[in-house]
Nanobody, 120 residues
Framework: QVHLVESGGGLVQPGGSLTLSCAAS????????MGWHRQAPGKQRELVAA???????NFADSVKERFTISRDNTKNTVFLQMNSLKPEDTAVYYC??????????????WGQGTQVTVSS
């Protein structure tokens, strides 16, 4: 089992910045992907950014050039630096970890979510 704890959400004006953090604890294996999804009211949850334990990244087109993802593998923590925020970035942001577990295959874990509101 893996437990994910997110922090860093809040209210920010358009054009502002926020940094989200997510710390994982529990039984963590070496091959994994950590990242962020978001869900706005009335919309489906969508991938924002993800980073594998090997350092490969994937971003939604809507956040490329504005958001940066990074990891501290020694602390099992992933960060999402969000710049030039827009009102359409408003959503609940969920941390996600997917890892390859013996006998179980790939197992996905989710945090409880943190609200990001971009508004003047």
């Amino acid at each position: 089992q893996v437990h994910l704890v997110e922090s860093g959400g809040g209210l920010v004006q358009p054009g502002g910045s926020l940094t989200l953090s997510c710390a994982a604890s529990g039984t963590i294996f070496g091959i994994n992907t950590m990242g962020w999804h978001r869900q706005a009211p009335g919309k489906q949850r969508e991938l924002v950014a993800a980073m594998t334990s090997a350092g490969n990244t994937n971003f939604a087109d809507s956040v490329k050039e504005r958001f940066t993802i990074s990891r501290d593998n020694t602390k099992n923590t992933v960060f999402l630096q969000m710049n030039s925020l827009k009102p359409e970035d408003t959503a609940v942001y969920y941390c996600n970890m997917g890892q390859l577990e013996p006998a179980a295959g790939v197992v996905n874990y989710w945090g409880q979510g943190t609200q990001v509101t971009v508004s003047s």
